[in-house]
């Protein structure tokens, strides 16, 4: 029965989720179809984790349904838990194990046997990259790689669904790109996979398909071209490098403007919709800032990133940190304030 | 058609398949996470040497100024208190442990595993048990070289043993319980210390009760730990038992009631 299943490998609908006083999820809708990747995106305390909580039997619903390879994840968790596999946001590994003992334990708790669990380790070290490294005590090992060990404990099971929840998240840029690479072998060998990010790049890289989520609910969906299509047109983007003048910058070019203009503080990169009047615009504002006498760098004219798309349909940017995040890392887990608190991204 | 529905899902386990699950899932816990306790240094320092510590320090540091009325002076005295003691830390260990499964993802990835649910707990509390029996025993053993006797013989003092192993199970389940509900290590060892401290050291453990003020006296008569010393001093040097058993058993089986399904709620709602 399970094998001749032909439903979407996961199914949610209208699933609600409160803490108190704080509607975690609003009730939102999924299908991810068998193979493929599900990108939920979206900033911190959006609800992500929420759900990938409630698909993976960790924390009951509040109301709506949700079916993960056809099983309800409510009244048939323990089904749902023989078809999926998770890695959190954090490396959920034993440190003081080797790599190789991290991956036989996790085999024996799926009753796979003492030679199996061993056959699955070795097999599991190779594929990830870790057989140099595979008895030593995982608190030598990189961040880049402890990860990629709990994503191969994720993987012991041969799971038909994978969870990765931000995956990426407090990983340099180099790691990043490992993990990407790893992620699209899995998908390549079939393994349907939903995967949380606060990453826009991310989600364009790995995702077929793009949920965005803000607080508690689906604000849209479809493929990262038709997402940037919502924008529709260029984005004008440029720096400048005396920030006390950004705000005159901005002025300057403001007319030329067909939406919102983003200054991003931290890195003072200025980005203007400009439509498609892109070359024209560009001559324009060469032309404005020049009259102002701001000096700019990098000046020049982009096709919408989904950075961009995000802006315009929230009115805010993904990945904008809130004032009270700074703090140190935490996982989202005091009831109340579900994902408010982890903070915790890798300061670019 | 009905016959079919009230079939179990395929792949389903059956009862016994179930049941011998249970059991080799919380073996491998145990197993796991006395390996782990075997690679900290530190760990170590806490279970071994630290309970020797005391036995040293209250024998020769406090000791000349404590008077007891026992076979065998203060050390006879303080043995069975220092065993209780170090029974009841042993719980410690337990809640910071779960703690830092629960903040590492640890707990989140086993129960969505098709494990058995009990074996997390019921693993901890076997490594746990394992672990305190064999600190009890050279706490035993340094006590012996120090002057300690058993003077009661045998059974009484396997069955003092046996207590003391009760109290830190009890003492486990409570830390168990807190350790997942506060989920904070810093937090949990905090607490740990509010709690264990003042009912290890407010107790018969190291000095007779007569010797404290009369408020503190209604305390430390009235309390778990003090039932569970008088017991176990009175299986080790003789004297009476049955009054203080009785009364420690009530307590250790009170808690159990209360302490494990409040420890399998906290598993289970551990988030």
């Given at each position: 029965m399970e094998q001749s299943f032909a439903g979407p490998a996961i199914l949610v609908e209208g699933l609600t989720k409160s803490f108190g006083d704080v509607h975690a999820l609003r009730g939102i809708d999924l299908s991810v179809p068998r193979g493929t990747v599900l990108g939920v995106l979206g900033p911190n305390g959006a609800g992500k984790t929420t759900a990938v909580r409630i698909l993976t039997t960790l924390l009951r619903p509040d109301g709506g349904r949700a079916l993960v390879e056809g099983h309800d994840v409510v009244r048939e968790a323990s089904a749902v838990r023989r078809s999926i596999g998770l890695a959190g946001q954090s490396a959920a590994i034993q440190i003081e194990l080797t790599g190789r003992e991290n991956l036989e334990i996790i085999g024996r708790l799926y009753h796979l046997g003492r030679a199996a669990s061993k056959a699955r380790a070795t097999e599991l070290l190779e594929q990830f990259d870790l057989t140099e490294a595979a008895d030593r005590a995982a608190k030598t090992f990189s961040g880049g790689m402890q990860r990629r060990l709990d994503l191969a404990a994720s993987l012991v099971g041969q799971p038909?669904?994978?969870?990765?929840?931000?995956?990426?998240?407090?990983?340099?840029?180099?790691?990043?790109?490992?993990?990407?690479?790893?992620i699209r072998s899995l998908v390549a060998g079939g393994t349907t996979l939903l995967?949380?990010?606060?990453?826009?790049?991310?989600?364009?890289?790995?995702?077929?398909e793009i949920v965005v989520i803000d607080h508690g609910e689906v604000i849209a969906a479809g493929t990262s071209t038709e997402l940037k299509g919502r924008v529709?047109?260029?984005?004008?983007?440029?720096?400048?490098?005396?920030?006390?003048?950004?705000?005159?910058?901005?002025?300057?070019?403001?007319?030329?403007?067909?939406?919102?203009?983003?200054?991003?503080?931290?890195t003072g990169v200025v980005s203007v919709p400009v439509g498609v009047n892109g070359s024209d615009a560009l001559i324009q504002s060469v032309r404005s800032l020049d009259e102002a006498g701001i000096e700019t760098s990098g000046l020049g004219l982009r096709r919408p990133s989904l950075d961009d798309v995000?802006?315009?349909?929230?009115?805010?940017?993904?990945?904008?940190?809130?004032?009270?995040?700074?703090?140190?890392?935490?996982?989202?887990?005091?009831?109340?304030?579900?994902?408010?608190?982890?903070?915790?991204?890798?300061?670019s | 058609m009905t016959a079919i529905a009230i079939q179990p899902a395929p792949g389903a386990p059956g009862l016994v398949t179930r049941a011998r699950w249970a059991v080799?899932?919380?073996?491998t816990i145990s197993k796991r996470n006395l390996l782990v306790w075997a690679r900290v240094p530190a760990y170590i320092v806490f279970t071994v040497i630290q309970p020797v510590m005391f036995v040293l320090m209250f024998r020769y540091v406090f000791g000349g100024a404590i008077k007891v009325n026992v076979p065998g002076g203060y050390v006879n005295f303080l043995m069975p208190g220092i065993l209780g003691q170090t029974a009841a830390f042993a719980c410690f260990g337990t809640a910071i442990s779960l703690a830092q499964e629960l903040k590492k993802g640890v707990i989140d990835r086993f129960r969505s595993m098709p494990m058995a649910r009990s074996a997390v707990l019921a693993g901890r509390l076997v490594a746990d048990t394992g672990r305190m029996t064999v600190t009890i025993l050279i706490v035993i053993g340094v006590g012996y070289a120090v002057g300690f006797r058993f003077i009661n013989g045998v059974g009484p003092a396997i069955g003092m043993v046996v207590l003391a192993i009760f109290l830190g199970i009890a003492c486990c389940l409570i830390a168990a319980f807190t350790g997942l509900a506060i989920g904070d290590e810093e937090s949990v060892q905090a607490f740990g210390l509010i709690w264990l401290f003042p009912v290890?050291?407010?107790?018969?453990?190291?000095?007779?009760?007569?010797?404290?003020?009369?408020?503190?006296?209604?305390?430390a008569n009235n309390q778990p730990i003090t039932f569970v010393i008088d017991a176990m001093r009175g299986m080790a040097l003789g004297g009476s038992i049955a009054t203080p058993l009785w009364k420690a058993i009530a307590w250790?089986?009170?808690?159990?009631?209360?302490?494990?399904?409040?420890a399998v709620r906290a598993y289970k709602r551990a988030a």
């Amino acid at each position: 029965m399970e094998q001749s299943f032909a439903g979407p490998a996961i199914l949610v609908e209208g699933l609600t989720k409160s803490f108190g006083d704080v509607h975690a999820l609003r009730g939102i809708d999924l299908s991810v179809p068998r193979g493929t990747v599900l990108g939920v995106l979206g900033p911190n305390g959006a609800g992500k984790t929420t759900a990938v909580r409630i698909l993976t039997t960790l924390l009951r619903p509040d109301g709506g349904r949700a079916l993960v390879e056809g099983h309800d994840v409510v009244r048939e968790a323990s089904a749902v838990r023989r078809s999926i596999g998770l890695a959190g946001q954090s490396a959920a590994i034993q440190i003081e194990l080797t790599g190789r003992e991290n991956l036989e334990i996790i085999g024996r708790l799926y009753h796979l046997g003492r030679a199996a669990s061993k056959a699955r380790a070795t097999e599991l070290l190779e594929q990830f990259d870790l057989t140099e490294a595979a008895d030593r005590a995982a608190k030598t090992f990189s961040g880049g790689m402890q990860r990629r060990l709990d994503l191969a404990a994720s993987l012991v099971g041969q799971p038909q669904v994978l969870f990765l929840d931000e995956p990426t998240t407090g990983l340099d840029p180099r790691s990043r790109l490992g993990m990407w690479e790893v992620i699209r072998s899995l998908v390549a060998g079939g393994t349907t996979l939903l995967l949380t990010t606060q990453y826009l790049d991310e989600a364009d890289e790995l995702a077929d398909e793009i949920v965005v989520i803000d607080h508690g609910e689906v604000i849209a969906a479809g493929t990262s071209t038709e997402l940037k299509g919502r924008v529709g047109g260029d984005v004008l983007e440029f720096t400048v490098p005396d920030r006390p003048r950004v705000g005159d910058a901005v002025a300057a070019v403001t007319k030329l403007a067909e939406g919102e203009p983003h200054i991003d503080e931290g890195t003072g990169v200025v980005s203007v919709p400009v439509g498609v009047n892109g070359s024209d615009a560009l001559i324009q504002s060469v032309r404005s800032l020049d009259e102002a006498g701001i000096e700019t760098s990098g000046l020049g004219l982009r096709r919408p990133s989904l950075d961009d798309v995000f802006l315009a349909l929230t009115g805010h940017a993904a990945e904008e940190e809130d004032a009270d995040t700074g703090g140190k890392r935490r996982r989202g887990r005091r009831k109340g304030q579900p994902e408010a608190e982890k903070a915790g991204r890798a300061s670019s | 058609m009905t016959a079919i529905a009230i079939q179990p899902a395929p792949g389903a386990p059956g009862l016994v398949t179930r049941a011998r699950w249970a059991v080799s899932d919380t073996l491998t816990i145990s197993k796991r996470n006395l390996l782990v306790w075997a690679r900290v240094p530190a760990y170590i320092v806490f279970t071994v040497i630290q309970p020797v510590m005391f036995v040293l320090m209250f024998r020769y540091v406090f000791g000349g100024a404590i008077k007891v009325n026992v076979p065998g002076g203060y050390v006879n005295f303080l043995m069975p208190g220092i065993l209780g003691q170090t029974a009841a830390f042993a719980c410690f260990g337990t809640a910071i442990s779960l703690a830092q499964e629960l903040k590492k993802g640890v707990i989140d990835r086993f129960r969505s595993m098709p494990m058995a649910r009990s074996a997390v707990l019921a693993g901890r509390l076997v490594a746990d048990t394992g672990r305190m029996t064999v600190t009890i025993l050279i706490v035993i053993g340094v006590g012996y070289a120090v002057g300690f006797r058993f003077i009661n013989g045998v059974g009484p003092a396997i069955g003092m043993v046996v207590l003391a192993i009760f109290l830190g199970i009890a003492c486990c389940l409570i830390a168990a319980f807190t350790g997942l509900a506060i989920g904070d290590e810093e937090s949990v060892q905090a607490f740990g210390l509010i709690w264990l401290f003042p009912v290890t050291f407010l107790s018969s453990a190291f000095v007779p009760i007569s010797t404290m003020p009369g408020w503190l006296q209604a305390f430390a008569n009235n309390q778990p730990i003090t039932f569970v010393i008088d017991a176990m001093r009175g299986m080790a040097l003789g004297g009476s038992i049955a009054t203080p058993l009785w009364k420690a058993i009530a307590w250790l089986v009170g808690i159990f009631v209360v302490f494990a399904p409040l420890a399998v709620r906290a598993y289970k709602r551990a988030a």
